[in-house]
């Protein structure tokens, strides 16, 4: 791996951070994501950013602390650059703070068009531990401009959900 040549950074925003709003926007359509039926606004969740030494964000996660059963949902990660270390090191940054939350399981949310993101969290860890059969069409009615079909050109329909087990 690269020499790392970025810092990352906590942020519990208190307002929405135009940076990070137009970071959603170019990488998810949206600041708005939809999960399991549920639609947030990213904007606004814990965060960890990575930047490079000049201040240009590289890299996000978003994830949402649930203290009622001990779980962290990573709600959305990208990378600029794939390859370089970034989404591994937001991930493991989110990882940690789980644990610091007390959270006994992280999980998260992708959809059937990305084998790469599957790919990347089985590597991590994760495991595959539910397949949501046509759950797009209630996140399309939530957010109409989730496309029809995606990566690879595989139509969008279902979401997978993955979880790893933090100790």
């Known amino acids: 791996m690269p020499k790392k040549n ?7 925003p208190s307002g929405e951070d135009s ?12 600041k708005h ?10 904007a606004l969740l814990p965060r960890v950013v990575a930047r ?3 201040y240009k964000l590289i890299g996000l996660a978003i994830y949402q602390i649930n203290e009622q059963d001990n779980s962290c949902e990573l709600i959305s ?12 090191q937001l991930l493991n940054t989110v990882e940690q703070e789980a644990r610091k939350s007390g959270c006994t399981r992280i999980w998260l949310i992708t959809v059937n068009d990305n ?9 991590r860890g994760y495991r595959l531990v539910k397949v949501h059969l046509n759950a797009l069409e209630i996140s399309r009615k939530l957010k109409p401009e989730i496309p029809k079909i995606g990566n690879h050109g595989i139509p969008i329909m279902d979401e997978w959900e993955f979880e ?4």
């Open 164 to 167: 790893k087990k933090l100790k």
């Open 52 to 54: 490079r030494r000049n």
């Open 77 to 88: 990660i990208d990378a600029v650059i794939r390859g370089q270390g970034t989404g591994t």
């Open 33 to 42: 994501i939809v999960s399991r039926g549920k639609k947030v606004n990213a």
């Open 115 to 123: 084998p790469e993101a599957a790919v990347f969290y089985v590597k």
């Open 6 to 12: 970025f810092d990352f950074n906590l942020e519990n």
């Open 19 to 30: 940076e990070i709003v137009t970071f959603l926007k170019e990488h998810w359509g949206s």
